[in-house]
């Protein structure tokens, strides 16, 4: 279906030692403070579930224009005509639970090593692009846990996973709690003292590698590698150290698990985005969502195992419809926040993709995945059918390299893509 | 090469059924000779593999028109190997194929093994190596213990880090334990908090008593209540710690929320009692067991990590004490870290007691005053009139933190006899910091640090003091930095002249990685530094003395993990309502404890391999024995026990296995066989063609997963692989998700178990199956011994791997020799 691509690895271990995009820090300067005639910045949400969407109740009947809100996309209706839908778009992947990972990559992590931008997620390339401009690159909000590892929707170039997020409290306390002036002195002489501690492990590391054989030496890269990552971000950390937390508008609250928290969680996404703390965000529906919170007694991921019965496919179909209403409530959200100096909302600066590495979790397939883009300057109003013949297919990935276009970022190719996504135009 | 490397792997996995076990099968087939005429290889391959494995049409991705004839690199090396496996267990030519006469098939499978040794007997030294190693986030937690000397019960330096990625299941492989910017930010921070911990306070901490005898406020959802009906004179547990909502599972005492000021033991002694636990209902119904003393645990809670009522990441069970009926005083000693508070739990207590209060008064009307309505009058009726089991705690006093030394044993490791010195002073000369910082990273590097890397680390604490810390305090940055050199986080392999052999203290610390996932002790390193270490008889007598150590616990289970998945036992959480046994009598926990102490056993009285396919014996506690339907140990912890119904002993009656190969719901015969070709028998079946089309379960119908799969194996593309997957799977559909017999689907349709193996030999289910491995044996000493070869070093076996992992499954007389083996090998002791 895509091209075969020729693993060259010890080519690319060697550039990527040298090549690695670090945030541009000198680049970053405060261009927005300065000028008024600078349009408001592009940000991207991309959230994503761990079990798709049931079929049955997801696709509409029709296409293009016309199509009809089917029950999973009717919490959408008041954004109808600011979204596009998009049918048999996937990456081509198999491995069911194993492949919902590759969501935003579009490559398994197995195989991340042996492309081209280290199966690095969508949301990460974006962040690259934001640089130190905002004091978030990006914000990941997930778990660690859930099935087989959860959704893993975020990946650096190196073929990690982006610790997530675990909560909302976590990530109010990043947006939000500042350090006071005593407490900064002693933060100003952790980054030095860390500083200090990079050049003498660097040094070590440089010793090291005489030692070591060529494939060692690769490895070894990763470290260096690290090195050179970890000291950018302590000047970005210092940097932002100087500037102020914005004034939480709400309060501090506990973790409840997240069918309870995902309201909280996106307000809090919003805010992040309102405050320019951060362009990306990603967020993981997986881990702690638990059904019982919505008075269902059986698990989720054995009723998304529905066995074409019934009365389980409608409580999936509950569950699935909470999400929906949620990511709906938070289009609310952005759609009622205006941007300064620009006519806009939120919303039109805003990408809000929603979808999953999963098809259809009752037969464990990853193709025909569940994908709606939100907002961000696009032509939407559509259910964009794409081609659905195998050899015909358009790799979910071409919609990644639209989406990093819009961005703002100068690129013609994501992980396999074979271009843009044709049918998807600019407003 | 990685790519390379993996390639092998796998396919070197899927060649790996035995030759030997079922060499002697064809070369005993007595039949005449039909036809004389010696044959290539290649005329073999032409008369009957061809018509199939062609470059048109490439079964099962082998085309075997390109063969040369002779092996001529590592790539035709697998294919041969393959060739030849599939010939001795006489699974190809398929059986609806022109069959070859048994002498063709006994002289191809001797021109095939002469091949394959002789290449081996030729080919260059290998190729295969371990790359740069990094330590896991296991082997960090376990190395910064033993060499800090830190407590790690509650305390886990490696809790933030990202978790490590495995490759089949192993957590230690080199090739994929990549470090990046996300885990270097954190190994600053657990540098950071660990040498802290090691070395703060440098005063001692005064010992407090705290006592709490009144105002025990409960859960908020019973807070209320409890108020009215006993003014908050005593702590109430009820639920256990497994209920889904638990009301009363955990009792904090809030008073203490703060908890302890410091790191260390605190003795804590309270009065408590068991009350009801002879209660007037019906004993099924209520579910606690009267004949059985209650059991209080205690497990720490911290605030900040939410709700102290409720489950925490970090609750480790403390201490346990059986109950009397009548309150009585109890004391004991626990290990509390700084901030953490004790809190109370009922380990066989009451199950989802927040269903239970409405159940118990609709059961028993009689028994309550009024018609109580809704929640809350449930909920008062319940707690006020019942008589429901519970504990009761009135008094409480914690005293410490207790120290049985002082300096602590971090302490004097950090700065020897220096400590008390510096405590006073903060004072320490530069030649005093540079022979501490001498000492400790030689430790930390397993091996003698260099002069160089000493210098680095003066020149940073240089640093520290010129922008004015301590003395003392820049020492400990100089630490810290230890801890995050490359010297210290990835094992230097370094090798010892030609041949890759690995040079002495690199043989310390890999023998330490495998068999404790820590780092080298002093008599290790101090044989290493003597030159002692390569010998045979030291390697082994130092293998037997550290599987001896508590500390290869960690092998045990790290390579259970990597072996059999049990890292995924929970991940799919069993259904609640169907199996609530599961999460009342934390089952998952006893579930691995049986394979672990099964395990223990075997390696410590070198029992034969054979007990993993099937034995008269294992290890459970009375849930598990309830769990199996046999009788349980008197005491309430685990206990050996015969077995006399073979429906249960070896791996595959364990319940560990049983539920890790199933999704917590139901089972599948597809996923439960190739759990037993990946990790069981270790010959992976492909994954399916690119075109299949997928099965879409449909459970409403009458028809059973049988004979749902009969439908794909009806079509050849897919009975290829499922005729070797499905046979394995339906031998295990009598145990249901949580590993418990069944002779019955839930939708009444009986269980069929029984199968037919790729080379014909049936069975009626488990226990006929296991019957037909045991003479296999062979195949699964092999997949082990592959396994472990693999754990032990931290990479993929490849093709070239093959006659060292041979050696090893034939020379190991049971289970810890088949470790010594591993120790033993050349593969082992080199790169």
């Known amino acids: 279906m895509f091209p075969r691509f020729q693993p060259r690895r010890r080519s690319f271990l060697k550039a990527a030692g040298i090549s690695i995009a670090l945030p541009a820090l000198e680049s970053a300067s405060s261009a927005r403070a300065s000028e008024k005639q600078v349009p408001p910045p592009k940000r991207m949400v991309c959230v994503g579930n761990e079990f798709g969407m049931y079929p049955g109740a997801f696709w509409p009947e029709e296409d293009g224009r016309e199509f009809a809100l089917s029950p999973l996309l009717e919490p959408l209706g008041k954004h109808r005509d600011n979204l596009t839908v998009f049918s048999h778009l996937d990456h081509g992947l198999k491995g069911g639970h194993f492949a919902v990972h590759t969501f935003l990559t579009g490559v398994k992590a197995v195989e991340a090593s ?63 709690a500042d350090t006071d ?46 090195v050179r990552e970890v000291e950018s971000k302590l000047a970005l950390d210092r940097r932002w150290q100087r500037v102020a937390k914005p004034k939480p508008p709400i309060d501090e609250s506990d973790d409840l698990g997240l069918t309870r928290d995902l309201p909280k969680i996106y307000d809090l996404i919003a805010l992040a985005l309102q405050t320019d703390s951060t362009r990306v965000a990603t967020l993981e529906v997986g881990g702690s969502f638990a059904a019982s919170d919505l008075g269902i007694k059986q698990g989720y991921h054995g009723l998304s195992h529905h066995g074409q019965v019934q009365s389980n496919i409608d409580l999936l179909v509950q569950i699935e419809h909470y999400q929906v209403e949620q990511f709906s409530r938070f289009l609310d959200k952005l759609s009622s926040i205006r941007e300064p100096e620009s006519d806009g909302t939120l919303l039109s600066n805003t990408m809000a993709l929603f979808g999953s590495g999963m098809g259809n979790a009752n037969s464990h397939t990853n ?61 | 090469m990685k790519l390379l ?71 035709s090396l697998v294919d041969y190997q393959d060739i030849l496996d599939q010939l001795n267990l006489s699974e190809m030519p398929p059986s609806d194929a022109e069959q070859p006469s048994s002498f063709d098939r006994m002289q191809a499978i001797e021109l095939l093994t002469r091949q394959i040794e002789q290449f081996h007997a030729h080919r260059k030294p290998i190729s295969t190596q371990t790359v740069l190693r990094r330590i896991n986030a296991r082997e960090y937690r376990n190395t910064i213990r033993d060499l800090l000397k830190l407590d790690t019960t509650i305390f886990d330096p490696a809790q933030d880090f990202p978790r490590d990625q495995t490759s089949e299941h192993l957590d230690n ?58 003014r908050y004179e005593h702590m109430t547990l009820y639920d256990v710690v497994g209920a889904d909502k638990p009301e009363g599972a955990y009792g904090p005492i809030l008073a203490f929320a703060d908890g302890v000021p410091h790191d260390g033991v605190y003795e804590i002694r309270l009065r408590a009692e068991a009350v009801n636990r002879s209660h007037p209902y019906d004993e099924a119904f209520i579910g606690t067991d009267r004949e059985r003393p209650f059991r209080l645990g205690i497990v720490p809670g911290e605030q900040t990590a939410g709700e102290l009522h409720l489950p925490q990441p970090i609750e480790p069970l403390l201490a346990e004490i059986e109950l009397a009926d009548e309150p009585t005083w109890y004391t004991v000693r626990v290990r509390l870290d700084k901030g953490y508070t004790p809190r109370f739990t009922f380990r066989n207590g009451l199950m989802d007691v927040r269903d239970l209060w409405g159940k118990l008064v609709k059961k028993y009307p009689e028994q309550f005053d009024r018609n109580p309505k809704g929640i809350v009058e449930v909920r008062r009726a319940a707690i006020v009139d019942g008589k429901l089991p519970q504990i009761r705690i009135h008094e409480i006093e914690i005293t410490g933190p207790i120290f049985d030394r002082w300096p602590t044993a971090s302490q004097e490791l950090l700065l020897g006899d220096d400590f008390s010195r510096v405590a006073q002073s903060g004072l320490l000369s530069t030649d005093e910091m540079r022979s501490h910082v001498q000492r400790f990273a030689s430790l930390a590097y397993r091996r003698p640090a260099t002069d160089s890397e000493i210098e680095k680390v003066m020149r940073l604490i240089a640093v520290r003091l010129t922008s004015g810390r301590s003395p003392v305090e820049a020492l400990a940055d100089g630490f810290k930095t230890v801890l995050c050199s490359p010297n210290f986080l990835y094992l230097g392999e370094n090798t010892a002249g030609v041949g890759g052999e690995l040079d002495q203290y690199a043989l310390a610390s890999r023998l330490s990685y495998f068999l404790w996932s820590s780092m080298p002790d002093q008599e290790l390193i101090h044989l290493a530094q003597q030159g002692r270490l390569a010998d045979d008889a030291e390697l082994t007598r130092q293998t037997q003395r550290m599987l001896s150590d508590s500390r290869s616990d960690a092998m045990i289970d790290g390579f259970l993990d990597s072996w059999l998945a049990l890292r995924q036992l929970g991940s799919a959480p069993p259904d609640r309502d169907k199996f609530t046994d599961y999460y009342r009598h934390d089952l998952a926990a006893a579930m691995r404890e049986e394979t672990d102490l099964f395990f223990r056993h075997l390696v410590d009285e070198n029992l034969s391999l054979e007990n993993f396919i099937d034995s008269n014996f294992s290890f459970v506690n009375r849930p598990l024995a309830n769990l199996y339907g046999i009788d349980a140990p008197a005491g309430p912890g685990f206990a050996k026990v015969q077995l006399n119904d073979r429906r249960r002993g070896g791996l595959l009656g364990q ?39 997928p099965l879409d379960p449909d459970t409403r119908g009458a028809k059973t997963i049988r004979e749902q799969l009969a439908m794909h194996r009806n079509v050849s593309t897919c009975n290829e692989c499922h005729r070797k997957i499905d046979p394995l799977g339906f031998a295990l559909e009598n145990y249901d998700p949580i590993g418990r017999w069944r002779d019955r689907y839930v939708r009444s349709a009986k269980i069929d178990s029984s199968g037919e193996l790729p080379d014909g030999e049936s069975f009626t289910g488990i226990q006929d199956l296991k019957k037909i491995m045991l003479k296999r044996e062979p195949q699964f000493a092999r997949a082990m011994a592959e396994k472990m070869l693999a754990y032990a070093t931290g990479r993929m076996m490849a093709t070239t791997d093959r006659p060292a992992i041979d050696k090893i499954a034939s020379s190991a007389n049971g289970t810890r020799e088949l470790i010594e083996q591993v120790v033993l090998s050349e593969t082992f002791r080199s790169k």
Not at chain 1, 120 to 140: K, M, N, W, Y
Not at chain 1, 192 to 200: K, T
Not at chain 1, 410 to 427: H, P, Q, V
Not at chain 2, 58 to 70: D, H, L, P
Request: glycine share 8%; net charge negative.
């Open chain 1, 114 to 176: 042996s492309m081209r931008d280290g199966g690095i997620s969508l949301d990460q390339r974006a962040a690259e692009h934001v640089g130190s401009q905002t004091r978030f690159p990006s914000l990941t909000v997930g778990s660690e846990n859930g099935l087989h590892g959860g959704c893993r929707m975020s990946w650096t170039r190196s073929g990690t996973r982006v610790p997530p997020i675990e909560g909302p409290r976590e990530l109010f306390r990043m947006l939000f």
């Open chain 1, 181 to 226: 002036a005593a407490s900064r002195d002693r933060v100003f002489d952790r980054l030095d003292l860390q500083g200090s501690i990079l050049d003498s492990i660097r040094s070590d590391a440089n010793d090291l590698a005489r030692l070591l054989n060529e494939s060692d030496k690769h490895k070894l890269d990763e470290f260096l590698t690290s």
């Open chain 1, 367 to 427: 193709s025909d995945l569940p994908i709606v883009l939100a907002g961000g300057g696009f032509a939407h109003g559509q259910l964009l059918e794409l081609p659905e013949q195998k050899n015909r297919r358009i790799p979910l990935s071409n919609l990644f390299v639209s989406m990093l276009q819009q961005f703002g970022v100068e690129t013609d190719s994501f992980g396999k893509s074979t271009g843009t996504l044709t049918g998807l135009e600019m407003a």
């Open chain 2, 5 to 75: 490397t993996v390639n092998l792997g796998i396919r070197l996995s899927l060649a790996a059924f035995l030759t030997s076990a079922f060499g002697s099968f064809a070369l005993c087939d007595e039949s005449k000779p039909e036809r004389t005429k010696a044959q290539s290889v290649q005329d073999f391959l032409n008369d009957y593999c061809v018509d199939c494995h062609n470059a048109d049409d490439v079964k099962g991705n082998r085309s075997f028109e390109a063969i040369a004839g002779e092996i001529t690199d590592e790539e």
């Open chain 2, 173 to 230: 492989n080199a090739e994929w334990l990549v470090t990046s910017s996300h885990l270097l930010e954190r190994y600053l921070l657990a540098a950071d908090l660990a040498i802290s911990k090691a070395l703060l306070p440098l005063e001692k901490p005064i010992e407090q008593t705290w006592k709490f005898t009144k105002n025990f406020r409960q859960q908020p959802e019973i807070d209320n209540v409890h108020g009215k009906f006993n």
């Open chain 2, 655 to 693: 319940a560990s296995v049983l539920t890790v190969s199933a999704n917590g719901f139901d089972t599948s015969p597809v996923v439960r066989g190739v759990w037993m070709l990946e990790n069981f028998l270790g010959t992976p079946p492909s994954p399916p063609p690119p075109d299949v089309e």
